[in-house]
């Protein structure tokens, strides 16, 4: 069974630092790219980032770029996203999933599975 | 960047009624398309891919039209479980969602 846990949210001031993580299971970690999407609180979803299966394409939305940063670690099949200047628009419960088949990019396809989220809220 | 425009915002439906989301690109994506279902509180599922692919597992109810800058979503027959917000994903360029069409209950 495809599981995928996100962990690593909380409550931080703006300008701070946060890492989330990303434990994955029951697939072959590293064929598959991974992505971040989040969703801030009753709206709706938006993409974050996406990495492919070696760490070769990297990808972020704009409103991210330059201050989070993906990566994986396919030997712990783990997903990570460094969260640096948080500011209080990135509040958002941030879901981990998955790419839905071989890909050479980042999406080819869409995302098949999804974590249950963790929650980050950035608050003074 | 791309954007993705998703009508109507709400659509009020009864259930066995027939219904059509639409999803329009700000420039050709191709087939480049995914469409998503989420219910409150819950992650999002994958309904379709490449614009008319069905993900597996998903009822042969939903079906997926469209390519260029235009794509439907289409339940046949709805059903109670069928209420819930959908979602359009265009991944030609970056990934961009669409704002979403909250399905309810007429």
């Known amino acids: 069974e495809v599981q995928l846990v996100e962990s690593g949210g909380g409550l931080v001031q703006p300008g701070r630092s946060l890492r989330l993580s990303c434990a994955a299971s029951?697939?072959?970690?590293?064929?598959?790219?991974m992505h971040w999407v989040r969703q801030a609180p009753g709206k709706g979803l938006e993409w974050v980032s996406g990495?492919?299966?070696?760490?070769?394409?990297?990808d972020y939305a704009d409103s991210v770029k330059g201050r989070f940063t993906i990566s994986r670690d396919n030997a712990k099949n783990s997903l990570y996203l460094q969260m640096n200047s948080l500011r209080v628009e990135d509040t958002a419960l941030y879901f981990c999933?998955?790419?839905?088949?071989?890909?050479?990019?980042?999406?080819?396809?869409?995302?098949?599975?999804w974590g249950r989220g963790t929650l980050v809220t950035v608050s003074s | 960047d791309i954007q993705m425009t998703q009508f109507p915002s709400t659509l009020s439906a009864s259930v066995g009624d027939r219904v059509t989301i639409t999803c329009r690109a700000s420039?050709?994506?191709?087939?480049?398309l995914a469409w998503y279902q989420q219910k409150a509180g819950k992650a999002p599922r994958l309904l379709m891919y490449?614009?008319?692919n069905l993900q597996s597992g998903v009822p042969s109810r939903f079906s997926g039209s469209g390519s260029g800058t235009e794509f439907t979503l289409t339940i046949s027959s709805l059903q109670p479980d069928d209420f819930a917000t959908y979602y359009c994903q265009q991944y030609n360029s970056h990934v961009t969602f669409g704002q979403g069409t909250r399905l309810e209950i007429k």
């Open positions: 990495i492919s299966w070696n760490s070769g394409t990297i």
């Open positions: 999933t998955k790419e839905l088949g071989y890909c050479a990019s980042t999406t080819c396809y869409g995302f098949d599975y």
């Open positions: 490449k614009a008319s």
């Open positions: 420039q050709d994506i191709s087939s480049w």
């Open positions: 029951g697939f072959t970690f590293d064929d598959f790219a």
